[in-house]
């Protein structure tokens, strides 16, 4: 058992713990771990009233927020590299080019241009489609003419070739629209500031 004097000498340096060391047998020291703890604040009990009125205050921000979103849906953020510089706007006379009106005579002969480009592009397709239909009735009068000498070859002949182009397609290649559907704008990181 620990001795009284002994437990007098650790009094001054553990203070107010000295009560918490407990001896067994032997030399054996156990110390208890000091339970500092305080009690836990009561909540304040609000009145129902001003809960009520916190939430509808809550509730019209919200819905002000949604109006004034709603307003500006379609509303544009106006882009500040689009925006001209003062200065430019000030140098607005001394940059203004003289450009001298085209005379009559530039104006008929670029009118004349573009009725001879029209004319020129016009019988260009007209070639191509010309070449086209004789394409196809060779075409049709050779397959034609197959036919009557032999039906089995003229079935081989109209078979598509599917070495020809090598693709093969299931289900539909494209999905039908949406009907009432919104595009969005797209992903980016608006970095603009506000405006309100």
């Known amino acids: 058992m620990l001795q009284l004097p002994l437990l007098n000498r650790f009094v001054p340096v553990l203070g107010h713990a000295a009560r918490s060391i407990h001896s067994s047998a032997g030399l054996l020291f156990r110390s208890t771990p000091v339970l500092c703890a305080e009690p836990l604040k009561k909540k304040k009990k609000l009145d129902p009233q001003i809960v009520k009125q916190r939430e509808e205050r809550k509730r019209k921000r919200l819905e002000k927020q949604i109006r004034r979103l709603e307003k500006n849906a379609r509303q544009l953020k106006p882009i500040e590299e689009l925006e001209v510089p003062m200065d430019l706007i000030d140098e607005q006379v001394k940059r203004r080019r003289n450009v001298p009106k085209p005379t009559s005579e530039l104006v008929e002969s670029r009118a004349l241009l573009e009725k001879q480009w029209a004319k020129y592009r016009m019988q260009e397709s007209l070639a191509d489609y010309q070449l086209f239909d004789r394409i196809v009735a060779a075409q049709t009068k050779a397959l034609n003419e197959l036919k009557l000498e032999s039906v089995e070859l003229y079935e081989q002949a109209i078979q598509p070739d ?17 009907k009432d559907y919104e595009q969005p704008d797209g992903e980016y990181i608006d970095v603009s500031r506000k405006w309100e």
């Open 162 to 178: 599917p070495a020809l182009v090598p693709i093969r397609v299931q289900g539909p290649v494209a999905t039908p629209p949406i």
